[in-house]
């Protein structure tokens, strides 16, 4: 009887361990998304352009702009493709999620021929840059602006040497060079290197770019279409743009091809380079350590404090007068109901706002689902860096398909609460959140449109949103809600009183933010780190690939985020306080406001913006992430703290 009735969490520890068993999975493989293309000698290989993005080099760690750019914006007077070859053309049609990530692949006027060394070969006339067009290419180079330029899907980048000899490439190269106060060069020659592999018969595969960009201002066009590469070694030949004058510039690339033993399929491996991978480790096993010491101080003050509570609680149910006899202490004898117990006909009353809570249950529902299902497709390679977007993609369509879980979930959550207003349940359930989450997205979209960056998604993208939220999402939420009503009301163990009992003061430690702030800072310290290469990956545009440690550290979160906020919730009940339901909620989504908090720190430490507009996206972006992150670990901790009082209450007899 006694072991049917203690509450256990034998089965956190068993889960931890089946995480840990998969921690030969944690830097995670790929599978590439795309089908390999094989050319043969002399064959055009293409070179497509991407966005201008913002990166960090090596003298200046820090991001100072949130704002890319179009490749052909007028002012960077680049190379545009003849207009009789069709002139600049979309490269696609590109993923939803590439689009939303700011990705504009289009094509180019370089011509790559396969095995075919070429040198000094001109990309157009020459192009005259006026003061404003200067100044303003002057501006990204001290920024620390990069090219992004794809041949067959991979980045060209430049080669670096880590500190443990591995050779590996960077995504993408710099306009220019700044130093001290003098006015930038900018490179206006690159040496594309191709490392391409033989598969036989002929056949060949680009298996890494490496561009080596040089500055030279005594390039320039000769008679017949010809031009004369300056000298690119000397300092004092580099070409500055003249910011009070007209400045003339010759755009010239060499193309050099060599052999290389990397297979097609391992091609990403030298792109996807992690600085100290022991940090990932370092991460998993602080992580680790919190979940074990939590588990195991949960697993002990509750099955110690349960037990001494179902024997007396039982024994008091026993009791009758023939006992006061027997009894060596009488006043223990019949001693009234304490702690838990005593709330017993109030702790399941409806809470407060019943119809909010029920909403952000059901939308943490679907995110819990969507982020859950997102990462272990990532982690078997589903969700490869080949495939441009997918991943974004993957967020998009898994959301609007999850919506029938969203739907059921609010609903019939909000007819255990006892609500009747079933109609605004079922309206509000697919509209608040994404309502609230798409009012920040077009706001930050309207700066990027003011400023004319390449991140602004296009107005027919945005209708495609809507499209899909009106046409897909809201349906199958409200044929969730249908659902969802259609059940019966989770059924309570005990009867709850018609008239409330009053909560008495509470310790310091239950308040509200004293609560909040010792419950919502454990899950937050499981991912900090982790957190901390997110963002690296989000905002300095590389890329991310270690789904191994973020499948393994969503899990610790899920356990430390229902321990805490059960053991909290314990307590509570035995201070008698029963209004339970928003204190769990709140008190296990107060991780957002570390994560908002260490992305404070991260600006301060990470980024300089120079602009309002950088800086509003980010604060924007953070800010919608933590209010995702709320919803998503409150309704982890609310259904952990809902099973853990049915549990307790059902294990006991109450008259």
């Not at 009789?84 to 289009?106: H, N, T, W, Y």
Request: with cysteine; net charge neutral.
């Amino acid at each position: 009887m006694e072991g049917s009735s203690v509450f256990s969490i034998r089965w956190l520890a068993a889960t931890l361990c089946s995480f840990l068993l998969l921690s030969p999975l944690a830097s995670a493989f790929y599978l590439p998304g795309v089908a390999p293309t094989s050319y043969e000698e002399g064959d055009l290989v293409p070179l497509h352009v991407n966005r201008v993005i913002p990166v960090q080099s090596d003298d200046d760690q820090q991001l100072h702009s949130a704002v890319s750019y179009d490749y052909y914006n007028r002012l960077f007077h680049f190379c545009r493709p003849d207009d009789s070859k069709g002139g600049v053309q979309d490269v696609g049609p590109e993923s939803l999620g590439a689009v939303l990530f700011g990705d504009r692949i289009k094509t180019s006027p370089f011509e790559l021929k396969m095995k075919k060394n070429e040198t000094c070969k001109r990309l157009c006339n020459e192009q005259v840059f006026k003061p404003r067009g200067a100044k303003f290419f002057n501006n990204r180079i001290k920024q620390n602006y990069a090219y992004s330029w794809l041949v067959d899907g991979l980045p060209a980048g430049q080669q670096y040497l880590s500190p443990s000899g591995q050779i590996y490439y960077s995504r993408g190269f710099p306009l220019g060079k700044h130093e001290g106060t003098q006015t930038p060069q900018v490179y206006n020659h690159y040496d594309i290197v191709i490392d391409y592999h033989d598969v036989g018969k002929d056949k060949y595969r680009v298996v890494g770019v490496v561009v080596q960009p040089g500055s030279a201002r005594d390039s320039k066009t000769i008679e017949n279409d010809g031009v004369e590469c300056g000298d690119v070694t000397r300092e004092e030949n580099a070409l500055r743009l003249n910011e009070v004058g007209d400045t003339s510039v010759t755009w010239t690339y060499s193309v050099f091809w060599r052999p290389s033993r990397v297979a097609w399929a391992v091609r990403w491996d030298t792109y996807l380079h992690v600085d100290d991978p022991k940090i990932h480790w370092f991460s998993l096993i602080n992580s680790t350590v919190i979940v074990f010491f939590l588990v195991g101080t949960v697993s002990a003050i509750l099955t110690r404090a349960l037990r001494k509570d179902f024997a007396r609680y039982n024994r008091l149910d026993t009791f009758n007068l023939d006992d006061f006899s027997a009894a060596d202490d009488p006043d223990e004898a019949v001693q009234e109901d304490s702690g838990w117990k005593l709330v017993h006909g109030d702790v399941f009353r409806p809470p407060p706002n019943a119809l909010l809570l029920s909403v952000f249950l059901g939308n943490g529902a679907q995110l819990f689902l969507m982020t859950g299902i997102t990462i272990i497709f990532a982690l078997f390679g589903f969700l490869s860096p080949s495939n441009r977007g997918s991943l974004g993609t993957a967020v998009l369509v898994l959301y609007t398909i999850l919506g029938f879980v969203g739907g059921y979930v609010s609903a019939r959550t909000y007819k255990t609460f006892g609500g009747e207003a079933w109609k605004r349940n079922i309206t509000v359930t697919p509209v608040f959140v994404p309502g609230v989450v798409f009012s920040v997205f077009f706001t930050l979209n309207f700066f990027l449109w003011i400023r004319g960056s390449s991140n602004a998604v296009p107005f027919s993208t945005m209708l495609v949103l809507v499209g899909l939220w009106f046409l897909i999402t809201l349906p199958l939420s409200i044929a969730g809600s249908w659902a969802g009503f259609r059940q019966p009301p989770f059924s309570s163990p005990v009867r709850t009183n018609q008239i409330p009992r009053q909560i008495p003061p509470m310790h310091s430690y239950l308040r509200p933010l004293s609560s909040m702030l010792w419950v919502g800072s454990l899950p937050f310290g499981a991912i900090f780190v982790e957190l901390f290469f997110v963002m690296n990956s989000i905002w300095f545009d590389k890329i991310y690939y270690m789904f191994g440690f973020l499948f393994l550290c969503y899990g610790i979160t899920i356990i430390t985020c229902a321990a805490v906020t059960v053991m909290f919730v314990y307590y509570l009940l035995c201070a008698e306080n029963y209004r339970w339901q928003w204190r769990a909620f709140n008190s296990a989504g107060a991780g957002a406001a570390f994560v908002f908090m260490f992305s404070l720190i991260y600006w301060v430490w990470k980024l300089r913006f120079a602009g309002l507009t950088s800086v509003v996206l980010y604060v924007g972006y953070s800010s919608l992430i933590s209010f995702l992150f709320y919803i998503l670990t409150g309704t982890i901790g609310f259904f952990s703290s809902w099973a853990f009082i049915h549990r307790i209450y059902r294990s006991i007899r109450i008259d």
